[in-house]
């Protein structure tokens, strides 16, 4: 049977997926579920752009960038971390990998279990210091935005599930 060319592309994607699994140990729906809210899976978003008096294009508020919305300096925290100074943030492959290694980093640091994609999130979008200081607690929006997000990892797990059993 051949493959259509979109269904290659997500088994690609699923087969990075596994491969930032087997380094990290952090659950292929939680690195799913963390790229879907940072990006929707679109390989070269950024922030929106704010215009000064309607008509010129401002800065960014943000570095943030990629699948992963990764900021500049974390990302260059990540490159001399784990060595691989040709990864693109635009990359999927690249950008599963920086989630699972945050994520452990978290887990590791912060004592959050590896499957909590809630406070996997918090500490991915407060940074580890922020979410030591539990600074989430005064953003109501963030709070609900990582509960949704723990339901959509259920989502993706289920569906993780039906294809691993076809």
Request: net charge neutral; aromatic share 16%.
């Amino acid at each position: 049977m051949k493959i259509k060319p979109f269904m290659h592309g997500i088994f690609h994607e699923l087969k990075d997926a596994r491969q930032s699994y087997q380094r990290w140990d952090i659950p292929i729906y939680v690195q799913m579920a963390i790229m879907y809210q940072k990006s929707r899976f679109v390989a070269d978003a950024e922030p929106p752009r704010p215009w000064l008096f309607g008509i010129i294009p401002w800065t960014r508020a943000s570095s943030a960038y990629g699948y992963a919305q990764a900021k500049d300096e974390t990302w260059d925290e990540y490159l001399d971390s784990v060595g691989d100074f040709g990864a693109d943030r635009d990359d999927f492959a690249d950008a599963a990998d920086f989630i699972g290694w945050y994520c452990d980093i978290s887990h590791t640091k912060l004592g959050i279990a590896q499957s909590d994609t809630r406070n996997l999130y918090l500490a991915y979008h407060e940074g580890h210091q922020g979410y030591r200081n539990i600074s989430y607690l005064s953003k109501s929006w963030l709070q609900r935005t990582a509960s949704m997000l723990a339901n959509k990892a259920r989502l993706f797990q289920t569906q993780l599930d039906r294809c691993q059993m076809n």
